[in-house]
């Protein structure tokens, strides 16, 4: 059974800093593409940015230039430095891997930005 346990979120004042970890254990087969979504009141869930195996990143407009997405593959872990954080980046975060050809979600982390 995969689990992935996210930690990392909380309250911050606008311009600061905030790094989610997300960790992966129980699959016998390596992870593929890994990536972070959020979802804040009213509105869809989006993608954040997206990380594959092999490196590459993908980053919505809206963060490129403050956030960083990574990857351990060793611990089987992903993080997300959020820098210059705007009350906009409010919202519930989610980690998402692939496995062989299935999606696995956390159970979201709240990270809430105050003017």
């Known amino acids: 059974q995969v689990q992935l346990v996210e930690s990392g979120g909380g309250l911050v004042q606008a311009g600061g800093s905030l790094r989610l970890s997300c960790a992966a254990s129980?699959?016998?087969?390596?992870?593929?593409?890994m990536g972070w979504f959020r979802q804040a009141p009213g509105k869809q869930r989006e993608l954040v940015a997206r990380i594959t195996s092999l490196g590459i990143t993908v980053y919505a407009d809206s963060v490129k230039g403050r956030f960083t997405i990574s990857r351990d593959n060793a611990k089987n872990t992903m993080y997300l430095q959020m820098n210059s954080l705007k009350p906009e980046d409010t919202a519930v975060y989610y980690c998402?891997?692939?496995?062989?050809?299935?999606?696995?979600w956390g159970q979201g982390t709240q990270v809430t930005v105050s003017s």
């Open positions: 998402n891997v692939v496995i062989v050809t299935r999606n696995y």
């Open positions: 129980g699959s016998s087969f390596s992870i593929g593409a």
